[in-house]
């Protein structure tokens, strides 16, 4: 019985097509297999434990490089679609102005500035006293070596009182 | 004390230890804040405590004319108290007149009008018995004035005894505690 062989070249086409449909074949199921086990098994995962767990977050927000994305922001949007209006109606705007005037002691700032403050002329005066107080003061260090200067100093605790290293020479205008 | 170390208000520290406060204060005088008033300051301040005496004295003698007509306008003639009661009057006035403001404020008349303060050692308002003595002092010996001159500390006689001082200090007030 004679069997008709195929010349060499025809048996690898042939077998060659034989290979690519099993394969193709087998790459279809395994890989409706894998996908069915892979959604099968995130199933049954609690993925964000598991990142929580295993994944090291901060290190990877370090790495991240928050100024680029910052920059790529359109902040003005942003901002353009914030109804302020509803932010200032939320905020306290009474207790905000009481904190500032509080922390700036503005009735101190009114006090000092109204009747209990020098006016012009008095302080005038005031600065005038000061500058021949010193002036005596130099004079008599002057004829009495002894008499240190340094030591006229600081009460402490009193209103202003600055360092003595602060200290003018004498009171300018 | 130490003359050159500043304490810090306890209420100043507290509140805002970095934070400048705002003042209208001029400058020149900012630098001077707290520190021993020299003897112009003080002698001006004296005089202006004494014109106000004599003010407050002339006014009750006035108030006191003015009634003794309203009672008997008949018989009315100006009372003549001596030259000894006069000045008794005035020394006496003197004395409750730097009594009450150096022990409630800090300072006469005298003393706001120049910028100055009555404090004790550590700054604070003086004691009632500090202020009388001070006060008693003063118009016994008006003289302690001068010893600011020589003193290094521009201390008074009185100053050196009762261990006050008196500062410049244009603020208002002293800060509460």
Known sequence: ?173 | MTETGAVPHPAEAAAHPDHARASLMPQPAQDWQGRRAGLVSRFLAAALDGLVVVALLTAGYLTAVGARFLLSPGSFSFPSPGPWFAVMSFLGLLVVYGTVLWATTGRTYGNHVMGLRVVGAGGQRVRWSVAFLRALAYAVFPLGIAWIALSRENRSVQDVVLRTAVVYDWLPYLPPG
């Open chain 1, 1 to 173: 019985m004679h069997v008709a062989v195929p010349p060499p070249s025809k048996v690898g086409a042939l077998l060659d097509g034989v290979r690519h449909r099993v394969t193709g074949s087998v790459d279809v199921v395994l890989s409706a297999a894998l996908l069915r086990l892979v959604d099968m098994a995130l199933d049954r995962i609690d993925l964000t434990a598991l990142v929580r767990e295993r994944v090291r977050l901060d290190e990877i927000v370090l790495d991240l490089d928050l100024d680029a994305i910052v920059a790529r922001l359109d902040v003005d949007a942003i901002v353009a679609r914030v109804d302020m209006e509803s932010v200032i109606a939320r905020l306290d705007l009474i207790e905000l102005a009481n904190g500032v005037v509080v922390g700036i002691d503005l009735p101190g700032i009114i006090r000092s500035s109204s009747a209990s403050m020098a006016s012009e002329a008095v302080s005038g005066v005031r600065i005038r006293s000061l500058e021949a107080d010193e002036a005596i003061s130099r004079a008599v260090t002057r004829w009495l070596p002894r008499r240190n200067r340094e030591h006229d100093g600081l009460v402490a605790g009193v209103n202003g009182a600055a360092p003595a290293d602060d200290r003018p020479e004498q009171p300018g205008r």
